[in-house]
């Protein structure tokens, strides 16, 4: 019942095309940003931080990155990490080489560097699609890894090939510990998934999604294929490149090129096709699936296996949750092809009927 | 041949032509001259010249496989023909081509719709319809993804306008419906908004009333004569119903295995002795 948009009347086209039309909506978002910025860095603990919320933060960053290609644009890539990879070597070349600049200006020029390379590895997208077109990319991935590790200049000649993120200082003040790049990570995916949402709500977004479902229609009412479908690849690499900085940066710490391996690149591709591909949501619901549920099914077990004091091999207890994970995945595959966003999307259609079944 | 010369050279074909046409037609506004369009060794076009004037409904008919189709398709740059020109006014002058772009055909003022519906099956028909306006938008994605001013204030006032052609074509209740659930009729019906939204010169309509019942042909009759009288827009459509034809359209292109073998008024194609042999066969 609380659910309902009765007596919501919108009486511009301003207020029609809000990201969020309906009053609750509205609501539940501020408070849902509240409580991210104000209750968790107060409540969560170091180790809710450090491994969960900041690794689930940047990842959503990324899958929004990979979905504003696949899912809006259609161009399906596996390059992502190394994307991601472009993105942290660069940014810690920045501040090594030009220590005066600030941190933030280096991670945007390391999104920039990302998006060059994302245009130069779209170009194959020009004539090809699909399967093929992942195939190409694919060569992205593993061409980005070979030139960290054979070219010294981009770790700065470490001999393990390592590199360790500079400090993060912003306007003088340090941000070292868990809360500070919490927030820091937090800030800047909100600040972009809202560029994100303004982008696809408005003409490009329009034209990516034009190029996706029919391309030679969008030609002949004039949408500029090519440009499209490169502005994609570039927005898409700058996301990923910014989420690639921050997972240097906020995240490990210490990096090395085989932590963008093409595992990771998979990662966040399982993220969008769960999340739902094609919804700034789903890749922030995606990227919550694939990075929490197995801490959660490790608490599970390890709760389960504790109150009945069976006491199960730690390799098997790893292994059945591996086996539970996989099996969830194949279940809300087959419940819902669209993802978790879909679902989300029917539960509210349902939510403001309710309780009239139609 | 210099624009002036070709502008004369119309101008005694239109006089050949009879007057007295039902609406306010005017000068010829697109000439397709000797064009000739071949896929290896099938010939779809061979030598086919028809103009046709502003204002006025111009119908392509033929039997199937006739290359009605292929004849759109070179009209707004999705084929290049291998032989002859178009000749489209734009302002006073004229610009010759020997093939289109479809962006370039665009740009011109040259909208079309498709056979087989080619609608984006995965957006709402407010988006469909306001990817039509594309060209008119100038903010750049910069703009757009801080929502500055000009980007805002784009949407909001090319929503006024497609807003204005959901109303004239009565599809304001399924504003919000991803297109890929409409029922076939109002698919066509979204597919002709989408090509109006970019307020075309010349409206290219593939087989408009394809598969659609006699309810919903009445309608689509009505939408594309209204659309002719109160735009203004020259259309130049393909369509089966011969019934349909000879109601709404001012002159009549007959082609026939790529050939054009038919060209005049409603009546005079109804007369047309090789028009009927097409159609009708001719015993031997």
């Known amino acids: 019942m609380l659910y309902r948009e009765a007596g919501q009347f919108r009486t511009s086209y301003a207020e029609?095309?809000?990201?969020f039309p309906i009053r609750q909506d509205r609501v539940a978002i501020a408070l849902l940003l509240a409580f991210a910025f104000f209750v968790v860095p107060a409540v969560a603990s170091h180790y809710w931080l450090k491994a969960l919320l900041i690794p689930f933060l940047i990842l959503s960053l990324a899958a929004l990155g990979l979905n504003i290609l696949t899912g809006y644009a259609g161009q399906l890539s596996l390059g992502t990490a190394g994307f991601m990879a472009v993105g942290a070597f660069m940014a810690y070349n920045f501040e090594l080489r030009l220590p005066e600049l600030p941190i933030l200006v280096s991670f945007a020029l390391a999104g920039l560097c990302a998006a060059a390379l994302g245009i130069v590895f779209g170009l194959p997208s020009l004539r090809i699609k699909g399967f093929y077109l992942a195939v190409a990319t694919l060569a992205c991935q593993f061409f980005v890894l070979w030139v960290l590790q054979r070219v010294g200049w981009f770790t700065n000649y470490s001999s393990s090939g390592v590199i360790s993120a500079q400090e993060i200082v912003i306007l003088g003040h340090t941000f070292d510990s868990a809360q500070e790049k919490y927030?820091?990570?937090?800030?800047?995916?909100?600040?972009?998934?809202?560029?994100?949402?303004?982008?696809?709500?408005?003409?490009?977004?329009?034209?990516?999604?034009?190029?996706?479902d029919m391309d030679v229609a969008a030609s002949v009412i004039g949408i500029p294929i090519m440009r499209t479908k490169l502005l994609a690849f570039a927005i898409s690499s700058f996301y990923c490149g910014v989420a690639g900085a921050l997972y240097a940066f906020c995240y490990l710490g210490t990096v090395e090129p085989e932590a963008f391996s093409l595992d990771l690149s998979f990662r966040v591709l399982f993220m969008i096709i769960i999340g739902g591909v094609g919804s700034i949501l789903g890749s922030f619901l995606g990227a919550a699936f694939i990075t929490l549920l197995p801490i959660f099914l490790n608490?599970?077990?390890?709760?389960?296996?504790?109150?009945?004091?069976?006491?199960?091999p730690h390799a098997w207890l790893s292994n059945i949750e591996?086996?539970?994970?996989?099996?969830?995945?194949?279940f809300f595959l087959i419940v819902e092809p669209h993802g978790l966003a879909r679902l989300w999307q029917i539960g509210k259609e349902k939510l403001r009927l309710w309780p009239f079944p139609h | 041949m210099t624009a002036d010369a070709a502008f004369a050279v119309q101008a005694q074909v239109a006089a050949a032509q009879p007057q007295g046409l039902a609406r306010a037609v005017g000068e010829p506004i697109l000439v397709v001259e000797n064009v000739s369009l071949a896929f290896g060794g099938v010939k779809a076009l061979q030598d086919v010249s028809f103009d046709v004037r502003e204002r006025e409904i111009r119908a392509i008919i033929g039997p199937n496989g006739a290359g009605k189709s292929s004849m759109l398709n070179v009209l707004n740059g999705v084929y290049h023909p291998q032989a002859g020109t178009i000749r489209l006014r734009v302002g006073e002058g004229w610009r010759e081509f020997h093939d289109m772009?479809?962006?370039?055909?665009?740009?011109l003022g040259i909208a079309r719709t498709f056979q087989n519906i080619a609608l984006f099956k995965g957006m709402t028909v407010l988006d469909n319809i306001m990817t039509g306006r594309n060209l008119k938008m100038r903010a750049s994605f910069v703009e757009q993804a801080l929502w500055l001013p000009r980007a805002r204030r784009e949407e909001y006032e090319h929503r006024r306008a497609v807003e204005e052609i959901i109303d004239f074509l009565e599809i304001q209740h399924i504003r919000k419906t991803p297109v890929g659930r409409l029922p076939y009729g109002l698919q066509k019906r979204v597919e002709l908004a989408r090509a109006l939204a970019a307020e075309p010169r010349i409206l290219l309509l593939d087989e408009p009333m394809a598969g659609m019942n006699l309810e919903e042909k009445q309608d689509m009759c009505r939408f594309i004569l209204d659309v002719n009288e109160q735009f203004g827009t020259t259309i130049v459509l393909i369509e089966h119903d011969m019934g349909v034809v000879m109601d709404i359209s001012d002159r009549v292109v007959v082609?026939?295995?790529?050939?054009?073998?038919?060209d005049g008024t409603p009546e005079e194609?109804?007369?047309?002795?090789?028009?009927?042999?097409?159609?009708?066969?001719?015993?031997?």
């Open chain 1, 16 to 19: 029609d095309q809000r990201i």
């Open chain 1, 183 to 212: 927030l820091l990570t937090l800030a800047i995916v909100a600040l972009m998934a809202l560029a994100a949402k303004n982008l696809m709500r408005s003409e490009t977004g329009r034209a990516f999604m034009a190029v996706r």
């Open chain 1, 299 to 312: 608490l599970v077990s390890g709760f389960l296996s504790h109150a009945f004091g069976v006491d199960v």
């Open chain 1, 322 to 330: 591996l086996i539970i994970f996989g099996a969830l995945i194949v």
């Open chain 2, 101 to 107: 772009d479809p962006h370039e055909a665009a740009r």
């Open chain 2, 255 to 262: 082609l026939d295995y790529g050939r054009k073998i038919g």
């Open chain 2, 269 to 284: 194609i109804r007369r047309n002795q090789a028009v009927i042999d097409a159609y009708l066969g001719v015993s031997h």
